[in-house]
């Protein structure tokens, strides 16, 4: 588990689940550590084989500290064919802040999908809620100091070093809802960015400060696609102008 200090952990991680030393050919890998203790996912929620390469992981109402409750929780993990077709990490989370101070939550999902490329298209999105649960106050969602709300990575070795392929609502940024029980959400996203080849992983990581005793919703996709080669693209043009020349 890759931890900061003086934070609240919640780490994801997907791949391929081995039951008996056999793989489990449509149910991905989904092992959570939240504050340094691996939970057991099965034992927590539920898990469904959406029966078109994805997966959907789900549950909450979890309250392994005190100090915080797992609302909820959401994650598709998607992987493309076997032969490069690309994957994607959908997921979201609902958490509130029980303690009376500000606390930092991370939040880490990998999806091993295999080699994708040479040549990769990224996608990716972030949204969030904050919820004000007093009479008095400001609810507020931030990034922590130095840090980004959403970062992307590719091939994660360990996300405080690791560059990321991309990331979202970066320090200084944060979100407030104003008023007793106010709300306040935002979003944004990019698309279309290209890169280089993936060889195993793909992973989101969220990262942000919430304020004492209020709730934060985040949500976050991120999704690597092959770009097929000019020469693909070249033939099928070619095929299809056969075939018009064909019909005509």
């Not at 598709?76 to 989370?93: C, K, Q, R």
């Not at 939550?105 to 990769?120: A, E």
Request: glycine content about 12%.
């Amino acid at each position: 588990m890759f931890a900061k200090t003086k934070s609240t952990v919640v780490a994801a991680a997907a791949g391929v689940l081995f039951i008996g030393g056999t793989a489990a050919a449509d149910i991905h890998d989904m092992a959570w550590t939240l504050n340094g203790a691996d939970i057991d996912l099965f034992a927590i929620g539920d898990v469904e084989d959406n029966g078109d390469g994805s997966n959907l992981w789900s549950g909450g109402d979890y309250e392994a500290n005190p100090a915080f409750t797992v609302n909820s929780y959401a994650c598709t993990s998607y992987l493309g064919s076997s032969d490069g077709g690309g994957g994607f990490i959908d997921a979201e989370f609902e958490v509130t802040n029980n303690s009376n101070s500000t606390e930092t939550f991370q939040l880490l999902m990998t999806l091993v999908v295999g080699p994708i490329g040479p040549l990769t298209e990224r996608n990716g999105s972030v949204a969030a809620t904050v919820t004000n649960n007093q009479f008095d106050g400001d609810a507020m969602i931030a990034a922590a100091s130095g840090g980004s709300i959403y970062r992307a990575f590719t091939d994660l070795v360990d996300p405080f070093v690791d560059p990321p392929a991309a990331t979202l609502w970066d320090d200084p940024y944060s979100l407030i809802a104003s008023g007793p029980f106010a709300t306040a959400d935002d979003n944004t996203d990019f698309s279309a960015v290209a890169g280089g080849a993936v060889t195993n992983t793909i992973s989101i990581m969220f990262e942000f400060e919430l304020s004492a005793g209020d709730s934060a919703s985040v949500s976050g996709l991120f999704q690597v696609a092959t770009i097929p080669a000019p020469g693909a693209i070249a033939l099928l043009g070619l095929a299809g102008l056969a075939g018009r020349r064909r019909r005509r």
